[in-house]
Protein backbone atom coordinates (compact mmCIF):
# COMPACT_ATOMS: atom_id res chain seq x y z
CA UNK A 1 0.00 0.00 0.00
CA UNK A 2 1.42 3.66 -0.62
CA UNK A 3 -0.24 6.50 1.79
CA UNK A 4 -0.88 9.56 -0.73
CA UNK A 5 -0.26 12.53 1.92
CA UNK A 6 -0.61 10.57 5.15
CA UNK A 7 2.95 8.66 5.07
CA UNK A 8 6.03 9.37 3.62
CA UNK A 9 8.50 7.51 3.85
CA UNK A 10 11.46 10.06 2.80
CA UNK A 11 12.77 10.98 6.50
CA UNK A 12 13.50 7.01 6.96
CA UNK A 13 15.13 6.41 3.70
CA UNK A 14 17.67 9.04 4.33
CA UNK A 15 18.97 8.06 7.92
CA UNK A 16 20.65 10.36 10.25
CA UNK A 17 24.69 10.56 9.52
CA UNK A 18 25.78 9.36 12.71
CA UNK A 19 24.52 6.11 12.07
CA UNK A 20 26.87 3.15 11.33
CA UNK A 21 27.70 3.41 7.85
CA UNK A 22 29.57 -0.03 7.62
CA UNK A 23 27.18 -1.47 9.73
CA UNK A 24 24.01 -0.27 7.81
CA UNK A 25 25.86 -1.08 4.42
CA UNK A 26 26.89 -4.61 5.10
CA UNK A 27 23.34 -5.26 6.18
CA UNK A 28 21.66 -3.67 2.76
CA UNK A 29 24.00 -5.68 0.90
CA UNK A 30 22.79 -9.01 1.70
CA UNK A 31 19.23 -7.08 0.86
CA UNK A 32 17.65 -7.53 -2.53
CA UNK A 33 14.62 -5.02 -3.80
CA UNK A 34 12.82 -7.37 -6.09
CA UNK A 35 10.71 -6.56 -9.28
CA UNK A 36 7.12 -5.34 -7.93
CA UNK A 37 4.16 -7.01 -10.32
CA UNK A 38 2.51 -4.46 -11.27
CA UNK A 39 -2.02 -4.90 -12.62
CA UNK A 40 -3.02 -6.34 -14.81
CA UNK A 41 -0.26 -8.65 -13.87
CA UNK A 42 -1.97 -12.09 -13.51
CA UNK A 43 -0.22 -13.38 -10.38
CA UNK A 44 -1.67 -10.36 -8.44
CA UNK A 45 -4.43 -12.81 -8.82
CA UNK A 46 -3.25 -15.75 -6.70
CA UNK A 47 -4.27 -16.78 -3.66
CA UNK A 48 -1.06 -17.18 -0.91
CA UNK A 49 -0.28 -20.69 0.80
CA UNK A 50 0.08 -20.58 4.61
CA UNK A 51 3.61 -20.24 6.00
CA UNK A 52 4.04 -23.90 7.13
CA UNK A 53 7.50 -22.81 8.44
CA UNK A 54 9.59 -19.42 9.48
CA UNK A 55 12.71 -20.78 7.98
CA UNK A 56 15.78 -18.73 6.58
CA UNK A 57 14.08 -18.54 3.06
CA UNK A 58 11.39 -16.64 4.65
CA UNK A 59 13.44 -14.82 6.63
CA UNK A 60 15.05 -13.81 3.18
CA UNK A 61 12.07 -13.12 1.76
CA UNK A 62 11.10 -10.46 4.37
CA UNK A 63 14.25 -8.75 4.55
CA UNK A 64 13.64 -8.41 0.65
CA UNK A 65 10.07 -7.14 1.27
CA UNK A 66 11.25 -4.92 3.61
CA UNK A 67 14.08 -3.31 1.13
CA UNK A 68 11.87 -3.29 -1.98
CA UNK A 69 9.08 -1.47 0.05
CA UNK A 70 11.40 1.45 1.67
CA UNK A 71 12.80 1.70 -1.92
CA UNK A 72 9.52 2.17 -3.77
CA UNK A 73 8.85 3.52 -1.24
CA UNK A 74 5.67 2.55 0.11
CA UNK A 75 3.84 1.55 3.55
CA UNK A 76 2.86 -1.86 3.45
CA UNK A 77 3.58 -4.74 1.12
CA UNK A 78 2.31 -8.40 0.32
CA UNK A 79 4.72 -11.14 -0.63
CA UNK A 80 2.53 -12.23 -4.08
CA UNK A 81 3.05 -8.32 -4.92
CA UNK A 82 6.83 -9.63 -5.35
CA UNK A 83 5.85 -12.56 -6.93
CA UNK A 84 5.93 -15.51 -3.86
CA UNK A 85 2.76 -16.26 -3.29
CA UNK A 86 2.93 -16.85 0.61
CA UNK A 87 1.15 -15.28 3.21
CA UNK A 88 3.46 -12.52 4.60
CA UNK A 89 2.95 -9.08 4.95
CA UNK A 90 5.73 -5.91 5.16
CA UNK A 91 4.40 -3.13 6.86
CA UNK A 92 6.01 0.40 8.61
CA UNK A 93 3.68 3.25 9.09
CA UNK A 94 6.09 5.61 10.88
CA UNK A 95 5.44 9.14 10.14
CA UNK A 96 7.44 10.94 8.09
CA UNK A 97 8.67 13.39 10.83
CA UNK A 98 9.47 10.24 13.09
CA UNK A 99 13.09 9.71 12.21
CA UNK A 100 12.88 5.67 13.59
CA UNK A 101 11.79 3.26 11.29
CA UNK A 102 8.90 0.94 12.63
CA UNK A 103 9.04 -2.66 10.28
CA UNK A 104 6.22 -4.71 11.16
CA UNK A 105 6.15 -8.44 9.71
CA UNK A 106 2.58 -10.19 10.03
CA UNK A 107 2.85 -13.88 8.91
CA UNK A 108 0.12 -15.98 8.25
CA UNK A 109 -2.38 -13.09 9.15
CA UNK A 110 -5.73 -13.29 9.86
CA UNK A 111 -8.88 -11.28 10.43
CA UNK A 112 -10.73 -12.73 13.29
CA UNK A 113 -13.17 -9.76 13.99
CA UNK A 114 -14.02 -6.47 12.18
CA UNK A 115 -16.40 -3.81 13.24
CA UNK A 116 -19.89 -2.84 11.68
CA UNK A 117 -18.57 1.19 12.10
CA UNK A 118 -16.94 1.50 8.61
CA UNK A 119 -14.02 4.23 7.86
CA UNK A 120 -12.94 5.62 4.46
CA UNK A 121 -9.15 6.01 3.56
CA UNK A 122 -7.36 7.07 0.32
CA UNK A 123 -5.84 4.24 -0.58
CA UNK A 124 -2.88 3.60 -3.05
CA UNK A 125 -0.83 0.58 -3.98
CA UNK A 126 2.66 -0.34 -5.27
CA UNK A 127 1.29 -2.87 -8.32
CA UNK A 128 -1.15 0.23 -9.27
CA UNK A 129 1.50 3.15 -9.41
CA UNK A 130 0.03 6.73 -8.73
CA UNK A 131 -3.71 5.69 -8.68
CA UNK A 132 -5.62 6.51 -5.47
CA UNK A 133 -8.90 5.99 -4.65
CA UNK A 134 -11.18 6.45 -1.67
CA UNK A 135 -12.26 2.81 -0.11
CA UNK A 136 -14.38 2.18 2.37
CA UNK A 137 -13.42 -0.36 5.12
CA UNK A 138 -14.07 -1.53 8.66
CA UNK A 139 -12.66 1.05 11.20
CA UNK A 140 -11.24 -1.61 13.71
CA UNK A 141 -9.94 -5.22 12.83
CA UNK A 142 -8.72 -7.69 15.54
CA UNK A 143 -6.05 -9.62 13.40
CA UNK A 144 -4.09 -12.72 14.55
CA UNK A 145 -0.81 -13.65 13.15
CA UNK A 146 3.14 -15.19 13.28
CA UNK A 147 6.11 -13.10 13.69
CA UNK A 148 9.18 -14.15 13.08
CA UNK A 149 9.69 -16.61 15.80
CA UNK A 150 6.63 -17.70 15.62
CA UNK A 151 4.96 -16.24 18.60
CA UNK A 152 1.18 -15.82 17.67
CA UNK A 153 0.08 -12.27 18.55
CA UNK A 154 -3.15 -10.55 18.39
CA UNK A 155 -3.36 -7.01 17.69
CA UNK A 156 -6.42 -4.70 17.69
CA UNK A 157 -5.79 -2.08 15.01
CA UNK A 158 -7.92 0.97 14.02
CA UNK A 159 -7.09 4.08 11.80
CA UNK A 160 -4.50 3.37 9.42
CA UNK A 161 -2.92 0.30 10.23
CA UNK A 162 -6.47 -1.15 10.26
CA UNK A 163 -7.03 -0.23 6.44
CA UNK A 164 -3.45 -0.73 5.55
CA UNK A 165 -3.87 -4.59 7.41
CA UNK A 166 -7.28 -5.36 5.32
CA UNK A 167 -5.68 -4.18 2.05
CA UNK A 168 -2.61 -6.50 2.54
CA UNK A 169 -4.72 -9.49 3.51
CA UNK A 170 -6.77 -8.42 0.60
CA UNK A 171 -3.54 -9.10 -1.37
CA UNK A 172 -2.83 -12.60 -0.18
CA UNK A 173 -6.68 -13.37 -1.40
CA UNK A 174 -6.05 -12.34 -4.79
CA UNK A 175 -7.59 -8.75 -4.19
CA UNK A 176 -7.02 -5.86 -5.28
CA UNK A 177 -7.97 -2.32 -3.61
CA UNK A 178 -10.02 -1.48 -6.95
CA UNK A 179 -12.18 -4.07 -6.47
CA UNK A 180 -13.41 -2.19 -3.67
CA UNK A 181 -14.31 0.77 -6.16
CA UNK A 182 -17.15 1.18 -8.82
CA UNK A 183 -16.97 -0.84 -12.18
CA UNK A 184 -16.78 2.20 -13.92
CA UNK A 185 -13.55 3.32 -12.25
CA UNK A 186 -12.19 0.06 -11.84
CA UNK A 187 -12.71 -0.79 -15.48
CA UNK A 188 -11.21 2.27 -16.90
CA UNK A 189 -8.03 1.99 -13.99
CA UNK A 190 -7.51 -1.44 -15.60
CA UNK A 191 -7.64 -0.44 -19.20
CA UNK A 192 -4.74 2.18 -18.47
CA UNK A 193 -2.89 -0.31 -16.71
CA UNK A 194 -3.17 -3.09 -19.59
CA UNK A 195 -2.48 -0.07 -22.10
CA UNK A 196 0.27 0.62 -20.65
CA UNK A 197 1.90 -3.09 -19.97
CA UNK A 198 0.88 -3.81 -23.69
CA UNK A 199 3.16 -0.61 -24.98
CA UNK A 200 6.09 -1.60 -22.74
CA UNK A 201 6.08 -4.86 -24.11
CA UNK A 202 5.99 -3.81 -27.58
CA UNK A 203 8.86 -1.00 -26.87
CA UNK A 204 11.02 -3.78 -25.07
CA UNK A 205 10.58 -6.50 -28.69
CA UNK A 206 11.86 -3.25 -30.37
CA UNK A 207 14.95 -2.86 -27.83
CA UNK A 208 15.69 -6.49 -28.33
CA UNK A 209 15.68 -6.32 -32.35
CA UNK A 210 17.35 -2.81 -31.91
CA UNK A 211 20.22 -4.88 -29.99
CA UNK A 212 20.47 -7.45 -33.18
CA UNK A 213 24.07 -7.23 -35.11
NI1 LIG B 1 -1.39 -2.98 -2.37
Same mark, same amino acid.
Given at each position: ???????????????? #???????? !??? @?????????????????????? #????? +????????? +??????????? @? %????????? #????? !????? =???? !?????????? #??????? &????????????????? &? &???????? $???? *????? =????????? *??????????????????????? $???? +??????? !???????????????? %????
Amino acid at each position: MTGSQKCSLSSVLCPP #PDIDRFGA !TAY @IAAMAVREILILPDKRLRQVSA #PVKKI +DAGIRKLVE +DMFESMYDAPG @I %GLAAVQVGT #PKRVV !TMDLS =KKEE !TEKNPQVFIN #PEIVWSS &EEKATYEEGCLSIPEFY &E &EVERSAQV $KVKY *LDLEG =KTHQVEANG *LLATCLQHEIDHLNGVLFIDHIS $KLKR +DRVVKKF !TKAAKRAATEGRRAEV %GDDP
